[in-house]
C-alpha cells in the first residue's frame, strides 16, 4: 500500500498543472490546436484516477481552456466530483469550474442539492460562502426551491460574511423561484436595519433592483428607506435609495413633501458627483413644482456642465433636459452656456445640447438661436455633425405645428439657405418643410413661390447631386410649389424654361416626375394670360418649346416619367392642332388642373374599410406545393453542397509565394517607376538615407499666382454661400429694431406695468398657421395609438410582480426538507409492543378525562361570579386589567383580543375595517394609529392568568364587595356636597386615588374595556401583551406576554426577539448580540397559555413606536421536531408612558398658573350619542389619566409620564354631540401625540 502512494505521488510529480499548461500553449503559437488536444487527452487520462488532487488539477486546466472557448460539458460529472471534496482548495476549483460552465440545462445539476446544502451548513464560513457564490451563477428553477429554505436560514447567521452573502443570492432565487419572495421578504426587510454595513448595502441593493420593474409593490418600505437615508453615510447605499424614491415618488406624491428637506440637504452638502446626480433626478422626478429645489438642482447642474469631465458635463446636460419638460424658464436662463456646449470637441456633447436648445426656444428668441446654430454650422467639421445641426434647425421651427414661428417669410429664407449646405442627406427634410409651408400658410406663398423661382433659376448648382436623399430633393418642391401656386410667380415663362433645361434628365426619376406634371401647370398658366393679351406669338412659342423639349422626358429610364411625358406630349400636340386652326382652348387646358390639392393624413390608408367579401388572408393565385421539399437531391436543379465547395475551391486563385531574389527585384522596379514619374512628389536628399520618410508641412508650400487669359468670376447674390449677409439676417434685425422701439415706447409710459415681464403673447404674430389633420375616408376619425408598457413574457421580473402587503396564507411557506418515516402496520407489531400501545392510550385517555373535569369546574366557578355582577363597574374593569398601562391598538389589526383568561375561547366579534397602513400613517405625520374598539371580557376573566383559580376568584370577590362600599362613600359624599355647596379638599383627595372613580355612576355603566391586544396568531400558538410602567424607572417599559397554545403538541424552545432601533432597545441576556433573542422560561403543553414579561429600554417617549419581532420556537411530537417562526408587530404609544397620578384641584391650578405648560393642543371629539360619562372614562382609561375635578359636562384631568412630563386636559361637552379636549404640556411634540391618540381610541 504504501508503495502504490509512493508511486503515485512519484506520478503526481511529472503533471502538467496549470501554469505548464498556460506556458505550452504560448509556446506552441504554430500548432495550439494540436497541443491543446493532446493536453485534453492527458487531462481525460488524470481524471480516470482516484487521486482527488490530480483531479482537481485536471479540472483546474479545463476551467482555463474553458475560458479559451473549448467546450468541457463532458467532465460536469468530474466537476461535481471535485466540488464535493472536503478539502477547500480543492472545493474552490470545483466550485470556479462550475460557476463558468453550468448552465440550466446542466442534466448533472440535480445531483447537486444536497452537497450544495451540505456546504451551506458547514461550520467552516468560507465552505458556505464559496457554496453560495458558486450557486449564483448555475441557479435553477429546481435549485432556488429546494434550497430557497436553506438560504433564508443563513440570513439570520451571525457572521455578516455569510449574511451577505445570503441576502444578495436571495434575488437569484426570487427570479428562478417566484413564490419564495413572499415567505422570504419579512426576512429580507429584517436586513435593511442589520447593524453590519455590508449587510444592509446588500439588502438595499436587493429590493432597490426588485423595485426597479414593480415599484408599487415596495411602496411600503419607504419609511424605513426613508430612515436609512437620513442615517447612512454610505455613498452608494445612498444611491441606490434615492433611485428607489425617484421610481417611488410617481406612485405616491406625498412622498416628495417627505424628501424635499434630506434631498436638499444632501444636494448641498454631498461633493460625490455620482450622488449628486441621482439627488437632482429623484428632484425632478418626484418634486416638479417645488420651485426652490428646481432652482438648486439648476444650479448645481450648471456646475456639472462647466466642469472639464466630460462625463460629467454630459450628465449635466442630459439632467436639464429633464427639467426643461417642467421648468423650460429655468433652463432658458443658461442659455449661454448651452450655446457654448456646441463648441466642445465631444461630438455626444454637441447633441446633447442641441437636444437642449430644441426645448429652450421662444417666440422671442427663436430667430436668434437658429442664426446661431446656422453660423455654427457653417464652422461644423464633418457632414454627419453638419446633417445633425440641419436636421435640428428643422426640428425646431417646426415643433408643435411652428408654435413659436411668427414670421414664415424668415422661416422660408431659412429654409433655402439650408439647401446651399454641401453634402447635406436632409434634401428630402427640407423638400417636406417647403411643401407644408406653402400649403398651410396661405399668406406666405407669394413669398414661397418667389423662392422657389429662384432655386429652380440655380437648379443647376443642385443637379449635380444625384443621391435620393441628397439637397436636389429640394427641386421636388420647388418645381411642385412654382406649378401649384403659378399664379403668384412674376415671369412663369422663365420659370418654365428653367424647368425645360438638358440638366434637369440627370434628376432622380420622381423628381423628373414632378418636373413634367409642373410644366404643364406652367403651360396652362402662361396661356390663359397670353390668351387675355391675345399674344398669338407667344402662344405659338410656348407650344413650340413644348413639344420641342418634352421628348427627353419620353427617353427617360424612369417608367412613371415615361408615361406622364408621353401622355402631356400627346396632349400638347392635339392642343397646337387646335392653336393652328385658332381654336381656344386656354380654359379647357387650365380645367386639367383646377381645385386645391390637400395633404393626406398619415393613418388615412389604415382607415379604409375593407369592402365586403375581400379576403386579405386569402391567396390571389394557388398557393405553391411543397413536393419540391420532399424530392430527393437526385431531383435537385441546384449544385449538391459537396461539388459546390469544390468547384469554389478550385476557382479560387492560388496565391503565390515569391522568393527574397524576386521581392528585391520588384522593390527595385518600383523605385525607378516612382523616379521616373514627374506626378511622385520627392524628398530632397538629405531624406534619402532616413528610414521614415518626413511628412511635408502643407502651409510651407508657397502659393503661386496662376494667370489666367479668361478671369474665373462667380456671381454673388444676396442668398449665395459667398454672402456675409444672409437673407434671414434682415428679418432679425427688423425684430431687434421693433423690440428697441417698443421698450423705448414702454420705458416713456409711467404705468403700473412698468416691471412687469414681457410674455410670449407681446410678439406679434405675421402669418397664421392652418391646422390641418389632413383628408381622412369618409367616417373615419383620428386616434392615436397606444403604447403597449407591459412587461415582456419572458421577463422574469413581470412573475415578481406580488403584493407584498397581504398578509401570508397559510399554505405560503418554503419548501422544508423532511425525512418520511414509514411506521409498521398494527398486524406487524410484536405483541409486547402492542401491550406497551395500549397502557399508552389509556394513560392519554385517563389525562385527556382529568383536563375535562378542571375546565368544567373553572367554567362553574366563572358562571356564579358573573351572577354576582352582571354589570361590571369601571373601577371593577380597570383593576383587573392594570389600570394605568394599557396599550393602543396597533394598525393592521382587524381582530379584537380578549384578556388571558378568554384566550381559549374563539373571538366572536365581527371583524372591522381594515385601518391605514404603515405608510399612511408615515406621509400624514400622525404618530398615533386609528383605534378600534375593543371587546368586553368576562368579569373574571383575567382570573386565568393564574395558576390558582379558586384564589383568584376569592380575592375578586373582596374586590367586587370593596367596591360596592367605595361607590356608597361616594354617594353620601355627593349628597353632603350637594347640601353644602362647600368642597372639602381632604374629601375629594380620597375619592380620587383610584384614577377615574370620580365617574357618575347614576347613569348608565360605561361599556367595557380591555388593556390587552392580539400581537400575533397563527395555527399553533397566539400572543397578546400588555404595557406597564414604573414611575421610579422612567426609561424602562414592561411588556407582559400572554403565550396560549393553540396546538396538540408541546412547544418548547420559545425566543421572543424584538428588532432594536435607535430608540428602543430590548433588555437581553449579558453578551448577546442584538440578533439574539430573549429565551421563554416555560414550554407550552397543549391548550395551555403562560405569561412571560420583556423589559424594554427608551430613550424618548414623545413618538410612538413600532417595532418588528419574532417569535421561534419547536413544535415537538413523538416522531420529530419542527421549527417555526411568527413575526409581528408591537406597537408603543406615548400613552402607555403615562401614569394616572392622584391631583389635587389646588395643584392643578398651580400648575396651570406657574408658566411651565407653554405648549397648548385641542381637539374635537365625537360621542357618537354616548354619554358624557362614557367618553370620560374612556379617555381615562386609555389615555391614563387621572380626574382632578368634574361639574357637570365638564372635568379636569392630569397626568404625568415616566419621564417627568405635566399633563392637564379640560375636557368639556358642547353641543351637538361633540367633546373638545384643550391640553396643556411643557413639551408640545409629546402633547400632540398624546391627544392625537386620546381622539382615536376615544371617538
Not at 17 to 22: E, S, T
Not at 430 to 449: E, P, T, W, Y
Not at 783 to 794: A, H, Q, V
Not at 867 to 896: N, R
Request: glycine share 4%; proline share 5%; with cysteine.
Amino acid at each position: 500500500m504504501a508503495l502504490k502512494k509512493v508511486k503515485g505521488s512519484l506520478e503526481r510529480v511529472f503533471d502538467k498543472n496549470l501554469h505548464d499548461l498556460v506556458r505550452g500553449i504560448r509556446n506552441h503559437k504554430d500548432d495550439e490546436a494540436k497541443f491543446i488536444a493532446q493536453c485534453i487527452d492527458e487531462i481525460k487520462q488524470e481524471l480516470r484516477q482516484d487521486n482527488i488532487a490530480v483531479k482537481a488539477n485536471a479540472v483546474a486546466k479545463l476551467t482555463y481552456l474553458q475560458m479559451l472557448g473549448y467546450d468541457i460539458s463532458w467532465a460536469a460529472f468530474n466537476v461535481i466530483e471535485v466540488m464535493s471534496s472536503n478539502k477547500f482548495t480543492f472545493k474552490r476549483i470545483g466550485y470556479l469550474a462550475a460557476s463558468q460552465s453550468f448552465h440550466e440545462e446542466t442534466e448533472v445539476l440535480m445531483l447537486t442539492t444536497n452537497m450544495i446544502r451540505k456546504d451551506l451548513s458547514s461550520q467552516n464560513q468560507y465552505d458556505a460562502a464559496i457554496a453560495l457564490n458558486g450557486l449564483s451563477c448555475f441557479m435553477t428553477p429546481d435549485l432556488a426551491r429546494d434550497l430557497a429554505n436553506d438560504v433564508m436560514t443563513l440570513m439570520t447567521s451571525t457572521r455578516p460574511y455569510i449574511r451577505k452573502r445570503a441576502v444578495l443570492i436571495m434575488y437569484k432565487i426570487f427570479l428562478k423561484f417566484p413564490e419564495a419572495l413572499r415567505p422570504a421578504f419579512p426576512r429580507l426587510k429584517e436586513k435593511l436595519e442589520d447593524p453590519d454595513p455590508g449587510v444592509q448595502s446588500a439588502a438595499v441593493n436587493v429590493i432597490c433592483e426588485l423595485a426597479r420593474k414593480n415599484p408599487k409593490n415596495y411602496l411600503s418600505l419607504a419609511p424605513v428607506f426613508f430612515k436609512l437615508m437620513t442615517s447612512s453615510t454610505n455613498n452608494w447605499v445612498l444611491i441606490k435609495i434615492i433611485k428607489l424614491f425617484g421610481a417611488l415618488t410617481p406612485l405616491e406624491p406625498r412622498l416628495g413633501k417627505k424628501l424635499i428637506e434630506p434631498l436638499t440637504n444632501l444636494i448641498h452638502s454631498t461633493s460625490a458627483m455620482s450622488l449628486l446626480y441621482e439627488c437632482i433626478n429623484t428632484v425632478i422626478a418626484g418634486m416638479p413644482n417645488h420651485n426652490a429645489s428646481i432652482q438648486l438642482c439648476v444650479q448645481k447642474l450648471r456646475i456639472l456642465i462647466e466642469d472639464s469631465d466630460q462625463n460629467l458635463k454630459y450628465l449635466g446636460l442630459l439632467a436639464m433636459s429633464k427639467i426643461l419638460k417642467t421648468h423650460p424658464k429655468s433652463v432658458q436662463a443658461h442659455k449661454d452656456l448651452i450655446l457654448q456646449c456646441l463648441d466642445d470637441k465631444d461630438e455626444s456633447i454637441r447633441l446633447r445640447a442641441l437636444d437642449l436648445l430644441y426645448g429652450m426656444v421662444s417666440k422671442k428668441n427663436l430667430m436668434e438661436i437658429v442664426r446661431k446654430l446656422m453660423v455654427h454650422m457653417d464652422k461644423a467639421e464633418g457632414s454627419m455633425y453638419r446633417d445633425e445641426l440641419l436636421s435640428k434647425i428643422v426640428q425646431i421651427c417646426s415643433q408643435n405645428n411652428y408654435q413659436y414661428i411668427t414670421n414664415f417669410e424668415w422661416y422660408v429664407s431659412v429654409l433655402v439657405e439650408l439647401t446651399r449646405v454641401e453634402g447635406t442627406r436632409h434634401g428630402s427634410v427640407i423638400a417636406s418643410q417647403m411643401l407644408d409651408v406653402a400649403i398651410r400658410v396661405k399668406a406666405i406663398r407669394a413669398f414661397a413661390v418667389e423662392q422657389m423661382a429662384q432655386l429652380l433659376e440655380n437648379s443647376h448648382t443642385v443637379a449635380s447631386s444625384a443621391q435620393r436623399n441628397g439637397i436636389c430633393e429640394v427641386l421636388y418642391a420647388a418645381a411642385w410649389i412654382a406649378g401649384e401656386f403659378s399664379e403668384h410667380l412674376r415671369d412663369p415663362r422663365g420659370t418654365l424654361d428653367d424647368m425645360l433645361r438638358q440638366k434637369v434628365t440627370s434628376l432622380p426619376g420622381h423628381i423628373q416626375a414632378v418636373f413634367v406634371q409642373n410644366i404643364m401647370k406652367l403651360y396652362a398658366a402662361i396661356l390663359v394670360k397670353y390668351e387675355e393679351d391675345e399674344d398669338n406669338d407667344g402662344i405659338r412659342e410656348v407650344s413650340d418649346l413644348l413639344v420641342e423639349k418634352l421628348p427627353m422626358f419620353v427617353q427617360s429610364g424612369d417608367l412613371e416619367v415615361q408615361e406622364r411625358a408621353c401622355c402631356i406630349l400627346q396632349l400638347m400636340k392635339y392642343v397646337k392642332k387646335l392653336q393652328d386652326k385658332d381654336v381656344s382652348c386656354a380654359d379647357e387646358v387650365a380645367a386639367l388642373f383646377a381645385g386645391e390639392l390637400n395633404p393626406v393624413a398619415p393613418k388615412a390608408q389604415r382607415k379604409v374599410a375593407v369592402p365586403e367579401g375581400l379576403d386579405l388572408d386569402k391567396w390571389i393565385n394557388d398557393p405553391p406545393s411543397d413536393s419540391s421539399d420532399d424530392e430527393g437531391p437526385a431531383n435537385s436543379l441546384f449544385i449538391p453542397d459537396d461539388s459546390r465547395m469544390m468547384n469554389e475551391s478550385m476557382t479560387r486563385p492560388v496565391v503565390e509565394e515569391l522568393s527574397d531574389d524576386e521581392l528585391e527585384r520588384r522593390r527595385e522596379a518600383r523605385r525607378a517607376e516612382t523616379q521616373n514619374n514627374p506626378h511622385y512628389l520627392k524628398l530632397g536628399a538629405s531624406a534619402k538615407g532616413s528610414k521614415y520618410q518626413e511628412v511635408v508641412n502643407v502651409e510651407d508650400i508657397p502659393v503661386a499666382n496662376i494667370d489666367l487669359s479668361v478671369p474665373l468670376y462667380v456671381p454673388v447674390t444676396e442668398n449665395s454661400p459667398q454672402s456675409t449677409k444672409r437673407l434671414s439676417d434682415k428679418y432679425l434685425e427688423a425684430e431687434r429694431q421693433a423690440r428697441k422701439r417698443d421698450k423705448k415706447r414702454r420705458h416713456g409710459k409711467k404705468s403700473k406695468r412698468r416691471h412687469k415681464s414681457e410674455s410670449e403673447e407681446d410678439v406679434p404674430v405675421v402669418h397664421k398657421v392652418d391646422i390641418m389633420g389632413g383628408e381622412m375616408p369618409e367616417g373615419a376619425t383620428e386616434s392615436g395609438d397606444e403604447g403597449n408598457l407591459e412587461l415582456d413574457d419572458n421577463d422574469p421580473h413581470k412573475l415578481l410582480d406580488i403584493d407584498l402587503d397581504r398578509p401570508l396564507d397559510a399554505d405560503e411557506k418554503l419548501p422544508v426538507r423532511t425525512h418520511r418515516i414509514v411506521s409498521p402496520s398494527s398486524e406487524d407489531r410484536p405483541v409486547e409492543e402492542k401491550k406497551k400501545h395500549h397502557r399508552k392510550d389509556k394513560e392519554k385517555e385517563k389525562k385527556r378525562k382529568e383536563k375535562e373535569k378542571k375546565k368544567s369546574k373553572k367554567e362553574k366557578k366563572r358562571n356564579k361570579s358573573g351572577d354576582d355582577s352582571a354589570h361590571p363597574s369601571l373601577l371593577i374593569a380597570t383593576e383587573l386589567m392594570s389600570p394605568g398601562h394599557e396599550a393602543i391598538p396597533s394598525p393592521g389589526e382587524e381582530e379584537e383580543v380578549a384578556p388571558p383568561s378568554a384566550l381559549v375561547k374563539k373571538d366572536t366579534t365581527p371583524k372591522k375595517e381594515e385601518p391605514k397602513d404603515d405608510l399612511d400613517f408615515w406621509l400624514s405625520g400622525q404618530d398615533a394609529p386609528v383605534a378600534v374598539e375593543v371587546t368586553a371580557p368576562e368579569p373574571g376573566a383575567a382570573a386565568d392568568v393564574d395558576s390558582d383559580a379558586e384564589d383568584t376568584s376569592r380575592h375578586k370577590k373582596k374586590k367586587e364587595k370593596k367596591a360596592k362600599k367605595e361607590k356608597k362613600e361616594k354617594k353620601e359624599k355627593k349628597e353632603k356636597k350637594k347640601k353644602s355647596k362647600v368642597a372639602d379638599d381632604e374629601d375629594v383627595d380620597s375619592g380620587r386615588r383610584d384614577g377615574f372613580e370620580e365617574l357618575d355612576s347614576d347613569g348608565p355603566p360605561p361599556p367595557p374595556m380591555s388593556s390587552y391586544r392580539l400581537l400575533a396568531e397563527d395555527s399553533n400558538i397566539k400572543m397578546t401583551y400588555e404595557t406597564r410602567v414604573q414611575s421610579q424607572q422612567g426609561q424602562q417599559l414592561i411588556v407582559s406576554v400572554i403565550f396560549t397554545s393553540l396546538a396538540e403538541q408541546h412547544l418548547k424552545s420559545l425566543e421572543f426577539n424584538v428588532m432594536d432601533s435607535l430608540n428602543t432597545k430590548m433588555d437581553r441576556l449579558p453578551g448577546a448580540t442584538t440578533h439574539d433573542g430573549v429565551p421563554v422560561p416555560f414550554q407550552l403543553p397543549p391548550n395551555s397559555f403562560n405569561e412571560g414579561q420583556f423589559a424594554f429600554q427608551v430613550q424618548s417617549i414623545n413618538v410612538a413606536q413600532k417595532l418588528r419581532g419574532t417569535l421561534t420556537y419547536t413544535i415537538k411530537t413523538e416522531e420529530s421536531s419542527t421549527s417555526e417562526k411568527l413575526d409581528f408587530k408591537l406597537y408603543l404609544p406615548c400613552t402607555a408612558f403615562l401614569i394616572a397620578t392622584p391631583c389635587s384641584s389646588d395643584a392643578f391650578a398651580r400648575l396651570l398658573q406657574g408658566g411651565e405648560l407653554s405648549s397648548k393642543y385641542s381637539i374635537k371629539l365625537s360621542s357618537g350619542g354616548a354619554p358624557f360619562s362614557h367618553v370620560l372614562a374612556k379617555v381615562c382609561f386609555y389615555g391614563h389619566f387621572a380626574i382632578v375635578e368634574q361639574i357637570d359636562q365638564s372635568a379636569s384631568l392630569y397626568s404625568c409620564s415616566t419621564q417627568g412630563h405635566h399633563i392637564c386636559l379640560l375636557v368639556k361637552a358642547n353641543g351637538g354631540g361633540d367633546v373638545s379636549i384643550d391640553g396643556k404640556c411643557a413639551d408640545g411634540s409629546l402633547l400632540s401625540n398624546v391627544m392625537e391618540e386620546i381622539k382615536v381610541t376615544a371617538s
